[in-house]
């Protein structure tokens, strides 16, 4: 790798205020690594206690500055490989997630080690490790995007699993510089994050970026070796099915010309949508911050067909 940002570059937020840790110019395929940080894990492993925590909660280290990008453009994240380190953590923060009102008021964490083997979620369970990026994106125009919830149309917290290494991410630039930042690397994490913090590591992720000029993206998108996933932002959730999907008819037939008819007849076939993380879509209430408002939907069309 060419370029090594490590965590004490880590941000508690993407702001077009924050100085660029590093600049570059895109094409280049030059590989910048983005060490991120575990310690807001490993201090509630050990208070079990919100409130004893000095650790940044899900810090994105960055900014990136990409030399050239302009508002209107689009930055293409290539994602080559995640490197973890010795352990994980999985952690039951109590009032988020889909399991909280069955794991109750106390919290649970759990450290649990990444070898050779695999990630060692119990005494009896060990899976092959799925590296992937949950908090990826770029600095919105004006004001901060929080690095916890929601997922913002310049990305932040997705937690998407085809985040992962082989994958590209597209994302809007919204400021000179697009200023890219990425944190919050899972070990592995089922679909959905039933847990909310899925098995969360410290790691490295290695990238390489390029620039597409004059391409205005609403919301991020992801091309792996396979497919397209598009990803849909609204509240209520149909209506970020209903985005998504317009994103999906949009690219297939404004970018690539195809007749309206075919668009809507192969969708109807073969353009599956499901639910994506669990950030939500829409800021929380300010009591409640981390009841997710409005959903995040994925859409998938595969390469294929085109």
């Keep these: 790798m060419e370029h090594f940002l490590d965590k004490t570059h880590g941000k508690p937020h993407f702001s077009p205020d924050?100085?660029?840790a590093l600049r570059i110019a895109p094409g280049?395929?030059?590989?910048?690594?983005?060490?991120?940080?575990?310690?807001?894990y490993a201090q509630l492993h050990e208070h079990k206690d919100m409130a004893k925590l000095t650790a940044q909660i899900n810090?994105?280290?960055?900014?990136?500055?990409?030399?050239?990008?302009?508002?209107?453009?689009?930055?293409?994240?290539?994602?080559?490989?995640?490197?973890?380190?010795?352990y994980g953590w999985s952690v039951s923060l109590p009032g988020s997630g889909a399991l909280q009102h069955v794991m109750g008021e106390e919290m649970f964490t759990r450290k649990v080690p990444i070898d050779a083997d695999g990630v060692h979620v119990t005494e009896r369970h060990v899976f092959a490790a799925l590296p992937m990026i949950g908090c990826i994106g770029t600095a919105p125009a004006e004001g901060s995007n929080s690095t916890i919830m929601p997922t913002y149309g310049q990305g932040g917290n997705m937690d998407l699993t085809d985040c992962?290494?082989?994958?590209?991410?597209?994302?809007?630039?919204?400021?000179?510089?697009?200023?890219?930042?990425?944190?919050?690397?899972?070990?592995?994490?089922?679909?959905?994050?039933?847990?909310?913090v899925a098995i969360e590591a410290e790691g490295v992720a290695v990238v390489s970026v390029d620039l597409v000029h004059g391409m205005p993206l609403r919301a991020p998108r992801v091309e792996t070796p396979d497919e397209w996933i598009f990803v849909g932002l609204g509240d209520p959730v149909q209506e970020s099915i209903r985005r998504g999907y317009e994103d999906v008819f949009g690219f297939l037939v404004d970018d690539n010309g195809w007749d309206r008819?075919?668009?809507?007849?192969?969708?109807?076939a073969v353009g599956h949508s499901r639910l994506g993380g669990p950030t939500g879509s829409g800021a929380p209430d300010p009591l409640h911050p981390f009841a997710a408002v409005g959903a995040v939907t994925i859409h998938r069309l595969p390469k294929s067909v085109l």
């Design 59 to 86: 810090p994105v280290t960055g900014p990136l500055y990409v030399e050239g990008a302009k508002p209107g453009d689009t930055l293409a994240v290539s994602i080559h490989e995640i490197r973890l380190k010795d």
């Design 28 to 40: 280049t395929g030059e590989r910048i690594a983005f060490e991120t940080s575990d310690a807001v």
């Design 164 to 196: 992962k290494p082989g994958s590209v991410v597209y994302l809007p630039v919204m400021v000179d510089g697009a200023l890219l930042s990425i944190g919050d690397i899972h070990a592995i994490m089922a679909e959905g994050e039933s847990s909310f």
């Design 18 to 20: 924050e100085p660029p």
């Design 261 to 268: 008819g075919d668009a809507f007849a192969v969708l109807s």
